[in-house]
């Protein structure tokens, strides 16, 4: 998937996505893509009867990111809650909160109405929390559909970067650490050397090197 054009859009997330850059001296590249390791994932809905909407803020899923369950939260089997739940799809949807660890795509097999004949409906979206750590959505956590403050990034070339753990235990060194997130570049601190898209309210990443 491919994020919108502008400072200010919200992006697309993607499994291995990354974020657009710009150095101190250069305008805008490329519209990159927002995101961490395994950020999203499609699976089709397995509804288990814990509650009137599958996978509602609060309840959890079990293991696995395309095929899954709902389960109850104090089962051995529960993995991840559902923080934010919506309607629709990322691209179009409001973004999922800061700290989310991943994303599932829901989707319904079999439904009774099928606008395009694939044998499933989308359902909406669910912001996930791992229950136990390690948490990639936090801050240098190295992955998550968000890049925020506090994320590590390594430099992907052709204007783009990707998200990776602050702490080295990464398949790549972090190269630079986002410090805070300002309105316009001209907010950003002298020592910044890159601008990261971040989209949102804040939507520019001041980013200095590690």
């Given at each position: 998937?491919?994020?919108?054009?502008?400072?200010?859009?919200?992006?697309?997330?993607?499994?291995?996505?990354?974020?657009?850059?710009?150095?101190?001296?250069?305008?805008?590249?490329?519209?990159?893509?927002?995101?961490?390791?395994?950020?999203?994932?499609?699976?089709?809905?397995?509804?288990?009867?814990?509650?009137?909407?599958?996978?509602?803020?609060?309840?959890?899923?079990?293991?696995?990111?395309?095929?899954?369950?709902?389960?109850?939260?104090?089962?051995?089997?529960?993995?991840?809650?559902?923080?934010?739940?919506?309607?629709?799809?990322?691209?179009?949807?409001?973004?999922?909160?800061?700290?989310?660890?991943?994303?599932?795509?829901?989707?319904?097999?079999?439904?009774?109405?099928?606008?395009?004949?694939?044998?499933?409906?989308?359902?909406?979206?669910?912001?996930?929390?791992?229950?136990?750590?390690?948490?990639?959505?936090?801050?240098?956590?190295?992955?998550?559909?968000?890049?925020?403050?506090?994320?590590?990034?390594?430099?992907?070339?052709?204007?783009?970067?990707?998200?990776?753990?602050?702490?080295?235990?990464?398949?790549?060194?972090?190269?630079?650490?986002?410090?805070?997130?300002?309105?316009?570049?001209?907010?950003?601190?002298?020592?910044?050397?890159?601008?990261?898209?971040?989209?949102?309210?804040?939507?520019?990443g001041c980013a200095r090197?590690?």
């Open positions: 998937m491919h994020g919108r054009s502008g400072w200010g859009a919200l992006a697309a997330f993607a499994a291995a996505g990354a974020v657009l850059l710009t150095g101190c001296r250069g305008g805008p590249q490329e519209d990159g893509l927002v995101g961490g390791r395994a950020a999203v994932s499609s699976a089709t809905a397995r509804p288990s009867g814990y509650g009137a909407v599958f996978l509602a803020v609060d309840e959890c899923s079990s293991f696995g990111r395309t095929s899954f369950t709902e389960v109850s939260c104090t089962s051995e089997r529960a993995a991840a809650r559902v923080v934010a739940r919506h309607d629709g799809t990322v691209r179009d949807g409001p973004r999922c909160p800061a700290t989310t660890d991943f994303v599932l795509h829901i989707s319904e097999q079999r439904p009774s109405f099928d606008e395009d004949g694939d044998g499933a409906v989308p359902r909406g979206y669910a912001c996930m929390r791992h229950l136990q750590p390690p948490h990639p959505g936090d801050p240098g956590g190295g992955g998550g559909p968000r890049t925020i403050v506090g994320d590590c990034v390594y430099d992907l070339g052709d204007g783009k970067v990707r998200e990776t753990a602050c702490d080295g235990s990464g398949r790549h060194a972090p190269e630079f650490e986002v410090t805070k997130a300002v309105d316009d570049r001209s907010d950003c601190p002298a020592s910044t050397a890159l601008y990261v898209r971040l989209g949102g309210t804040a939507p520019v090197p590690v």
